[in-house]
């Protein structure tokens, strides 16, 4: 493993093999988000959000793709994570806070409109943009990330569920989790990627920039008050569908999330597609990027 005293790793658009994207940051609702940007300005734009405990380096496989489609693309460090601010107190991270991020970041770019996409964290900060913000909203892709009404309902109905998310509730204890995630250099994050994925999917040296971007100060306690806002300020049940074209990515053998979910959630949608992936873990964009970006270029591309 890596001694702390080495030189620092980059955790900004440097990681990218191409010079064609570049790291900016923006000043969006009260918060710099560093941001990660590429293709031509006039082009549509689409906005690609990461989740836990992962920051925009999780979508590298998907930019090149995108920008050579024809789309601009800002892939943010959401608040709390890596390069971005991170805002102190709980409320600070609570959704409705990290969806207006995304809402002000868009506008930061001189569009009115974006196609978004989010994974994990990222994709219930796109279900709540597309309820809250519906025109700014063009076309909505979610991986692995669950409708938060049904999320809601299946931890009440769902013991398959509830025992999945036993972590969600340990994360709501103070300073404990912080201390357990950050033994043996960040050893309990590293398990949760690579051992809740197929064999060899994250690499030592990928593992090794998210370390790093665990390290930044005041990171892993932002990451955590995702968790601890959501129990503690959880966004109110709506009974609308979402009217943004939807297209539900789902790796089939996620540990922390049944399919079940991606189901259910897609009944929420006025116009949906559904892509259920056998053999995938949580992790799509790392498993099956090839597929992934083909799923989302046919999806943008779409006329209905």
Same mark, same amino acid.
């Given at each position: 493993m890596e001694s702390r005293s080495a030189e620092r790793l980059e955790t900004d658009a440097r990681l990218l093999p191409t010079s064609g994207p570049a790291s900016t940051v923006r000043r969006v609702n009260g918060v710099r988000l560093h941001t990660v940007e590429a293709g031509a300005e006039d082009a549509p734009l689409v906005v690609l959000l990461h989740?836990?405990?992962?920051? +925009?380096?999780s979508w590298r496989h998907q930019i090149d793709p995108l920008v050579e489609a024809g789309y601009r693309v800002l892939v943010p460090d959401q608040r709390g994570y890596n390069l971005s601010d991170k805002p102190t107190g709980v409320r600070s991270y609570r959704i409705r806070n990290c969806s207006r991020d995304i809402t002000a970041l868009i506008a930061s770019a001189g569009y009115e409109q974006a196609h978004v996409v989010g994974h994990d964290?990222?994709? %219930?900060?796109?279900?709540? #943009?597309?309820?809250?913000?519906?025109?700014?909203?063009? =076309? #909505?892709?979610?991986?692995?990330?669950?409708? &938060?009404?049904?999320?809601?309902?299946?931890? #009440?109905s769902?013991?398959?569920?509830? =025992?999945?998310?036993?972590?969600?509730?340990?994360?709501?204890? &103070? +300073?404990?989790?912080? !201390?357990?995630?950050? %033994? !043996?250099?960040?050893? #309990?994050?590293? !398990?949760?990627?690579?051992?809740?994925?197929?064999?060899?999917?994250f690499l030592d040296d990928e593992l090794a920039r998210y370390r790093e971007a665990w390290h930044k100060a005041g990171a892993l306690t932002g990451m955590l008050n995702w968790y601890r806002a959501a129990a503690r300020y959880p966004p109110t049940l709506s009974r609308e569908?979402?009217?943004?074209?939807? %297209?539900?990515?789902?790796?089939?053998?996620?540990?922390?999330?049944?399919?079940?979910?991606?189901?259910?959630?897609?009944?929420?949608?006025?116009?949906? =597609?559904?892509?259920l992936l056998p053999e995938t873990s949580h992790w799509v964009q790392h498993e099956r990027p090839e597929q992934l970006s083909e799923l989302l270029l046919e999806w943008l591309s779409a006329t209905n």
């Amino acid at each position: 493993m890596e001694s702390r005293s080495a030189e620092r790793l980059e955790t900004d658009a440097r990681l990218l093999p191409t010079s064609g994207p570049a790291s900016t940051v923006r000043r969006v609702n009260g918060v710099r988000l560093h941001t990660v940007e590429a293709g031509a300005e006039d082009a549509p734009l689409v906005v690609l959000l990461h989740g836990f405990p992962e920051f +925009w380096y999780s979508w590298r496989h998907q930019i090149d793709p995108l920008v050579e489609a024809g789309y601009r693309v800002l892939v943010p460090d959401q608040r709390g994570y890596n390069l971005s601010d991170k805002p102190t107190g709980v409320r600070s991270y609570r959704i409705r806070n990290c969806s207006r991020d995304i809402t002000a970041l868009i506008a930061s770019a001189g569009y009115e409109q974006a196609h978004v996409v989010g994974h994990d964290w990222g994709g %219930m900060v796109a279900w709540d #943009l597309a309820r809250r913000q519906p025109s700014v909203v063009d =076309r #909505l892709g979610i991986i692995n990330a669950p409708h &938060p009404d049904v999320y809601r309902r299946h931890l #009440l109905s769902s013991p398959a569920q509830l =025992r999945r998310s036993w972590y969600v509730f340990c994360f709501q204890l &103070p +300073w404990l989790p912080e !201390r357990l995630c950050r %033994m !043996r250099d960040f050893r #309990l994050l590293e !398990r949760a990627l690579s051992e809740t994925a197929a064999p060899e999917t994250f690499l030592d040296d990928e593992l090794a920039r998210y370390r790093e971007a665990w390290h930044k100060a005041g990171a892993l306690t932002g990451m955590l008050n995702w968790y601890r806002a959501a129990a503690r300020y959880p966004p109110t049940l709506s009974r609308e569908r979402v009217e943004a074209p939807t %297209m539900i990515v789902w790796g089939e053998d996620d540990a922390a999330l049944t399919t079940e979910l991606a189901v259910d959630s897609d009944q929420c949608c006025a116009t949906s =597609r559904l892509e259920l992936l056998p053999e995938t873990s949580h992790w799509v964009q790392h498993e099956r990027p090839e597929q992934l970006s083909e799923l989302l270029l046919e999806w943008l591309s779409a006329t209905n």
